[in-house]
């Protein structure tokens, strides 16, 4: 079945990028699939723009923070309120640019793809230190892989303090470890409590690599934590003094002192190698299993498709990934040239976040006010770098289209509607260069019927092709 | 804009629209006054995400093993300060859930304390789809038991709402459920409502969330404005926001004290929101023909490190749960007498405090069934008790009570589900799991 090139261009921009921007359909008219191809690039997703900080940094600012505050009680400032401007002035503009770069960006279909890996490996804001660290976290772990080997992206992740604050990772101690078992420190006195803390190693199998259901066991989560024990953020407290590590502060280490001794069995196979290379180990071999492969083309093929993917398309995908060594760029080309991910039919609900930054777009127009666009998107229920649980963001329509969620769309709607009607063009040219051939007949005819600008372009964005893609 | 609801123009439009739901709460007006007692009886079923540690919501300071594995993060004997708020010899509730201890002494709230799903994989996501859709295996269903419990009972005969700006699996569905979340619709005067139910007609997805969106809108209006407080109008209000667990950095060294207090006040704010909450939800509940059935989503659980135990990061969002409850018993009123709520959790948390003041996902955790229309009784299912051998994989509280067969009972006494039903479409598979008796009066 061939599709009309307009409808072609319009599903490349849509359903593969982030919405039509003007002029954007007609640029990709001609090959949209070679549109899309070409934003595949070795150098990984572009970056936010702006004086962003390193994680590193954000990692050492809050410590130094923590230290002043002692200082700060005794002035009598409140901690609390302290805390949150120092969140207010760090993730805020972090995230305004992450937005910005998704509004203006001429390539996508390279941003939706990096988002979605943001989104697999999730990271979020449950605390002061894992709020300043999602954006670098993103920037630094996340970007520059996704179009290389997952196995990188995997590490990557997994080495970023970032995921190790967020999973618990830097608290998790080895019990038989040298630190654990020294006197005056773990179980051995002192007071403080020290052992396995089982989060990040449970979450890397169920959420990130093999996915629940594959047939790991307790037994392999709990010897996986055990080999990933010692992974940890430079400048933690347990790497003082006699236990001190190699690295920068606020950058990985491994703390050998943390480390549990002896060999790991994890999946029937013996890991007897030492230090970092143990868990380095498992995540390779379980970067490189069908199951993993199963996992991910699974999600890709609901993310880009429909929540109930095409198996043909799954299996295409997951073979891919198989056949290339995990190579994100190869299983990116896949999913472009398979007829499944062209069929006019609109089946994804945009998100929020989807939603605004079409919206953008559509007028190619960028938010430059994070405490206007900021909660909007927690009034839609996805309130900025901090989704609810480690699996993310939820990929499926019934999640976001909820009555309170499509009358609260509404509101924002005619809210951006108004206050654009300055320097809005026709409505109707609007509505062609955002949506081309998606646009049906009865929203042409509700859009040209409107009695203003502003409920016009109201219209087209709560149009029932404009909430999807 | 100030000027009333114009419901008559607007509850036209959507019956013109066709959007596959009449009006319900404003329009609907024979069908629940004609079922008689049915109509009167109301269910809250609270999720609690992120495996709620039924260790510490119902201590068992009387279990000889209690204290020595929790270590700690144990919650105090009835006789210490800020100890366990006392039920029988073994159990008491967290210091906390004031609320709920002073309705347990009423014959009003009971716990189960050694309740869990069918999934022992210890996966959240898994767990809380067997919670929500009542399968008895993972990816068994994707529709809601809630739903399908309203679907059993006839066509419209009920109506739902859930609370939040994402819909909740539970209540997922053929039945079309409300959804609200603070912060309302405001331009009363737009066409654009109108105009989009016309464009929506024949979408199944928009088409009918739009239509029942907007009359939890027109109901909000009369619900908070019965309130007379605007507290439930604040975004913080809701529960799906987690700023309160933003605001409190992990303890470390010197400052524990400090993040304890800063957590304290974090907490008192939280609740003030939550107690909001439930009040605006009771008032859409009292509303003629409102919702009978309402799912509320509290997520926050996972408490894998600094867990706390009278006060931290588990103690706020118990404080939390507990003034939802408060919001809802005093909202409800009179109501109240014909209401049962039910806090379930997808599973509990390790026997075992872990290595970082913690706990880790482990097994079987406690539900809260509360209620002007419970019947006054003891612990629902058994204990198993916290001795070594009892443990399930040695490291959790061992199930004894099957989640369906609790939620069984709960339909089945509270709003009069059959059998049949209950073991074959609400509950596929579940002929085996007997539904819990004696919980309504």
Same mark, same amino acid.
């Given at each position: 079945m061939s599709i009309d090139p307009d409808m072609k261009a319009s599903i490349a921009l849509t359903r593969f990028g982030l919405g039509a921007k003007p002029g954007e359909l007609a640029a990709a008219r001609a090959d949209p699939t070679g549109y899309l191809k070409a934003?595949?690039?070795?150098?990984g997703a572009d970056q936010p723009q702006g004086d962003l900080k390193s994680g590193a940094a954000h990692f050492n600012e809050v410590r130094d923070y923590q230290l002043m505050r002692r200082q700060d009680k005794a002035d009598g400032l409140d901690p609390v309120k302290h805390a949150q401007k120092t969140i207010r002035e760090s993730a805020q503009p972090e995230f305004l640019s992450r937005a910005q770069l998704a509004c203006q960006t001429d390539a996508g279909f390279r941003e939706r793809w990096t988002l979605f890996w943001c989104n697999h490996f999730t990271v979020a804001a449950k605390n002061l230190p894992t709020a300043v660290e999602v954006g670098p976290f993103e920037r630094e772990a996340i970007r520059p892989h996704v179009f290389g080997r997952f196995e990188d992206l995997l590490a990557a992740s997994t080495m970023h303090p970032g995921m190790l604050l967020y999973l618990d990772q830097v608290q998790s101690v080895g019990p038989h470890s040298l630190f654990a078992t020294t006197r005056g420190f773990g179980?051995?006195?002192?007071g403080k409590l020290s052992g396995l803390n089982e989060n990040l190693a449970r979450e890397i199998l169920e959420?990130?690599?093999?996915?629940?259901?594959s047939g790991y066991t307790q037994a392999d989560v709990t010897e996986f934590a055990r080999a990933l024990t010692g992974w940890s953020v430079q400048?933690?407290?347990?790497?003082?003094?006699?236990?001190a590590s190699a690295g920068e502060p606020g950058e990985f280490t491994f703390r050998e002192a943390l480390h549990e001794p002896g060999a790991r069995h994890i999946f029937g196979k013996t890991y007897d190698e030492d230090g970092v290379a143990q868990a380095g180990a498992v995540l390779h071999d379980v970067a490189g299993s069908p199951a993993t492969a199963q996992h991910l083309a699974t999600k890709i093929a609901r993310h880009f498709v429909?929540?109930? %993917?095409p198996p043909a398309l799954v299996a295409r995908l997951k073979s891919t990934y198989l056949d290339t060594d995990g190579r994100l760029d190869r299983v990116a080309e896949t999913l472009i040239d398979s007829p499944e991910a062209w069929a %006019?039919?609109?089946?994804k609900f945009k998100t929020p976040y989807e939603f605004l930054v079409s919206s953008y777009r559509a007028l190619n127009l960028a938010p430059d006010d994070f405490t206007r666009f900021g909660p909007v998107l927690t009034s839609l229920g996805q309130q900025p770098f901090n989704?609810?649980? %480690?699996?993310?963001?939820?990929?499926?329509?019934q999640a976001w289209a909820a009555p309170d969620a499509i009358v609260k769309r509404m509101g924002w709607s005619e809210a951006y509607a108004a206050a654009t009607a300055p320097v809005m063009s026709e409505p109707m040219q609007i509505a062609q260069n955002a949506l081309g051939a998606q646009l049906t007949p009865p929203v042409s005819l509700a859009v040209s019927r409107a009695e203003s600008r502003p409920e016009a372009l109201a219209i087209l964005l709560m149009s029932p092709e404009f909430q999807r893609r | 804009m100030t000027r009333p609801l114009d419901l008559t123009r607007r509850s036209a439009l959507l019956a013109a629209a066709g959007a596959?739901?009449?009006?319900?709460?404003?329009?609907?007006?024979a069908y629940a006054a004609a079922e008689g007692d049915l109509a009167r009886r109301k269910l809250v079923v609270i999720i609690c995400r992120g495996a709620m540690d039924g260790l510490s919501v119902?201590?068992?300071? &009387?279990?000889?093993?209690y204290k020595p594995l929790r270590g700690e993060i144990a919650i105090g004997g009835f #006789?210490? !300060?800020?100890g366990a708020l006392k039920l029988d010899d073994t159990f008491g509730l967290h210091p906390k859930l004031t609320t709920i201890h002073a309705l347990a002494l009423k014959g009003q709230a009971r716990i189960a304390p050694a309740v869990a799903t069918p #999934?022992? !994989?210890?996966?959240h996501f898994e767990a809380q789809d067997l919670l929500e859709n009542?399968?008895?295996?993972?990816? &068994?269903?994707?529709?809601g038991w809630l739903n399908r419990a309203m679907e059993a009972l006839g066509p419209r005969k009920i109506e739902a709402i859930s609370v939040g700006a994402q819909a909740p699996l539970?209540?997922?569905?053929?039945i079309q459920a409300a959804s609200w979340s603070p912060g309302g619709y405001k331009?009363?005067?737009?066409r654009l409502p109108g105009i989009l139910a016309d464009l929506y007609a024949h979408d199944p997805l928009l088409g009918p969330a739009l239509a029942s969106g907007l009359e939890t809108e027109a109901m909000a209006k009369v619900a908070t404005s019965a309130m007379g407080?605007?507290?439930?109008?604040?975004? =913080?209000?809701?529960?799906?926001?987690?700023s309160m667990s933003m605001a409190s950095p992990a303890p470390s060294g010197d400052y524990a004290q400090q993040v304890r207090q800063a957590q304290a006040q974090v907490g008192r704010q939280g609740a003030v929101a939550a107690r909001a909450l439930g009040t605006t939800l009771a008032h859409f509940m009292t509303?003629?023909?409102?919702?009978?059935i309402a799912a509320i989503s509290i997520d &926050?659980?996972?408490?894998? =490190?600094?867990?706390? !135990? !009278?006060?931290?990061q588990l103690a706020n969002r118990l404080a939390y749960l507990d003034a939802v409850i408060d919001g809802l018993q005093s909202g409800l009123g009179p109501e109240w007498s014909n209401t049962v709520v039910v806090a379930a959790t997808e599973f509990g948390r390790t026997a075992h405090v872990n290595g970082t003041r913690g706990t880790d996902h482990g097994t079987a955790s406690t539900a809260l069934i509360a209620g002007g229309a419970l019947k006054p009784g003891g612990i629902v299912g058994d204990w198993p008790t916290l001795a070594q051998g009892r443990l399930f994989e040695a490291r959790d509280t061992a199930p004894t009570l099957d989640m369906r067969g609790l939620f069984k009972g709960v339909l089945a006494e509270?709003?009069?589900? #059959?059998r049949r039903a209950l073991d074959t479409?609400?509950?596929?598979?579940?002929?085996g799991v007997a539904p819990v008796a004696g919980i309504v009066a």
């Open positions: 934003q595949i690039r070795p150098a179980y051995g006195g002192g959420l990130h690599t093999l996915g629940v259901g400048g933690e407290n347990r790497g003082a003094g006699r236990f429909a929540d109930d %993917p %006019p039919e609109q089946r989704a609810p649980s %480690p699996k993310g963001w939820a990929e499926d329509a | 596959g739901v009449s009006i319900s709460f404003l329009g609907r007006s119902s201590p068992p300071v &009387g279990d000889p093993n #006789d210490q !300060a800020d #999934d022992r !994989a210890r996966s009542g399968s008895p295996v993972v990816y &068994g269903a994707s529709s539970i209540l997922r569905g053929k331009d009363r005067d737009s407080s605007e507290s439930a109008m604040n975004p =913080a209000a809701t529960p799906a926001a987690t509303e003629p023909n409102g919702p009978q &926050g659980f996972d408490t894998h =490190a600094n867990q706390g !135990a !009278a006060e931290g509270q709003l009069g589900v #059959d479409v609400v509950f596929p598979d579940s002929a």
